[in-house]
């Protein structure tokens, strides 16, 4: 686009549609070299339309679990630097489960706040303040999970939005279901769950997904109405736990024979894209599409370790493993952006993108990059010059995860761990037991293979840049039960586990 279009041109709306938990194969539209089982199984055809009409990311990563992601996402820091490393619940308390060797570090366990003296929360610009600052209406609809109980944070109007619907501190919902209020009363759950501000909606055989809905298309045409630019965030609090029967798409998959539970994750699923398609049509009725851009991303890879059917680790299939993971499964989702006159329709970007790169990206959209007086430090980039095609490919950039925690289950890559990726290569440290993965993930997509013994270079390579960079941002490490001292870098480790063996080992 020329320089003078860009300046006469009106600021894009930005509609971040984000679902929860939602994996790379949750959906109809292929995200693998082919279809698969999964995307046979589910029904999305309104992702399908938004990736005919946008552009598809294939490899788009995320950080481990529900907050560490969203603070991300509204920082564009790592997670190695805001240090909300797990997901946030009540003030000044961890959500770690015990560990029989570790001890993890004092994270940020209150999240982010705008508040500097919050305690154990990073305070940081957020991407709806600095949208607002250059005139967008700031929506906030559905989950939030930034900041923990009594806290600031744990309210989206102090991070930047001005209008806010149903977020709060929890990161899921007490129901799903209007008949129950939206309470976690019918589990005995604690009030904590109870979602907040859709009281008028209780009792009327409205789900959940549908009320959040009906809320953002209200404030769409409110913000058409007063005749300002918004950026919506759409956060659905599907399709995370406690799963329950969407009525008006649950036959189709109990008919199918499929597992209770699988029945009702699969109506989750599209009770969320028949969202996503409202709002597209309501794009289009407000003659809007053109000049909105359209970002779909879910917060971490879907739910497999346990609460699902059939064998555990297997939801995420070609992907090994699911959330909580250091594998595919945990941290690559399914991205879509659609941006008219930018992205090509039907486009697909095989290039690694980042959670954090949607805070450079979305302000370099908006034109707020070049608005506001100072930008605010961030781990990510744009990838603006990938929506536009303007760069083959994107030089070979490291992408960093880090989880000191304990997030409970077992299985593949699950556990605290720290991950670099660069190029084809990902390298995997299991803090417990200093054991390392490496693997080759376009040629190993279910990363079956550890090539660890057999490229020692590449590893200490790998090893050495997540080490450097750990240091530099001050990563924090668990601590080991029987020495007392911190667990070590990844380099130091590798070292220690190669030493006098020629290699390392598996
Ligand atoms: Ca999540």
């Known amino acids: 686009m020329p320089s003078s279009t860009a300046r006469t041109s009106p600021p894009p709306n930005i509609l971040v549609f984000l679902v929860d ?7 109809s539209v292929p995200f693998h070299s082919s279809a698969t089982p999964l995307n046979q199984r589910y029904r999305t055809p309104a992702m399908a339309r938004l990736a005919a009409s946008g552009m598809k990311f294939t490899q788009a990563y995320v950080a481990s679990v529900c907050s560490p992601s969203r603070v991300s996402l509204l ?9 909300v490393t797990n997901w946030t619940m009540r003030r000044d308390r961890a959500t770690d489960a015990p560990h029989p060797t570790l001890v993890p570090p004092a994270w940020n366990v ?29 929506v906030h609809i559905g989950k939030a999970h930034f900041g923990a ?3 600031p944070g744990a309210n989206p109007l102090n991070l930047g939005f001005e209008v806010n619907v149903a977020g709060h501190a929890a990161g899921g919902p007490g129901s799903y279901l209007s008949e129950q209020g939206f309470s976690g009363a019918w589990r005995q759950a604690d009030a904590f769950w109870d979602i907040p501000g859709l009281e008028k909606y ?51 998959y109990r008919d199918a024979g499929l597992d209770p539970t699988e029945a009702q ?61 250091a594998h595919e499964g945990g941290i690559r989702v399914p991205m879509l952006v659609r941006w008219p006159g930018v992205t090509a329709p039907g486009s697909v970007c095989e290039e690694y993108t980042m959670v954090e790169d949607l805070l450079p990206t979305l302000l370099e959209a908006s034109g707020a990059a070049s608005r506001l007086p100072a930008l605010p430090p961030t781990d990510g980039r744009s990838f603006v010059p990938l929506l536009r095609q303007t760069v083959v490919s994107a030089p070979e950039r490291p992408l960093y ?63 050495g840049q997540l080490s450097d960079w750990f240091r530099q ?8 039960r029987d020495t007392g001292g911190l667990v070590p870098w990844p380099d130091v480790a590798l070292a220690a586990a190669t030493a006098g063996t020629g290699g390392p080992r598996p």
Request: proline share 8%; charged share 20%.
């Open 21 to 27: 938990d939602m994996g790379w194969q949750d959906t």
């Open 75 to 83: 920082t564009g820091l790592n997670a190695a630097r805001h240090r």
């Open 110 to 138: 209150n999240g982010i706040s705008p508040d500097p003296a919050t305690p154990r929360a990073i305070c940081a610009p957020t991407l709806p303040g600095l949208l607002r600052q250059v005139g967008y209406r700031t």
């Open 149 to 151: 109980a009594d806290t």
């Open 202 to 252: 209780h009792g009327t055989h409205t789900f959940l997904t549908e009320a959040l809905t009906r809320e953002a298309l209200a404030e769409m045409e409110r913000a058409v109405h007063d005749q300002c630019p918004f950026f919506l965030y759409m956060s659905h609090y599907a399709v995370h736990v406690p799963f329950a029967p969407d009525p008006r798409f649950i036959e189709r």
């Open 265 to 325: 994750y699969a109506a989750l699923l599209e009770g969320m894209d028949k969202s996503l398609g409202d709002l597209l049509d309501a794009l289009d009725r407000h003659g809007l599409s053109d000049n909105t851009l359209v970002l779909f991303l879910s917060d971490n890879g879907g739910l497999s370790a346990h609460g699902r059917g059939g064998p555990p680790h297997t939801h995420n299939a070609p992907l090994s493993s699911g959330k909580g993971s």
């Open 401 to 463: 995860w880090h989880y000191p925690n304990i997030w409970g289950p077992t299985g593949p890559g699950l556990g605290p761990f720290s991950a670099i990726r660069v190029g084809a290569w990902k390298l995997i440290y299991y803090h417990a037991d200093r054991r390392f993965e490496l693997f080759n993930i376009p040629a190993d997509i279910s990363e079956t293979t550890n090539r660890l013994a057999d490229c020692p270079a590449t590893a200490r390579a790998l090893a």
């Open 473 to 480: 941002v001050g990563a924090q490490m668990p601590t080991d």
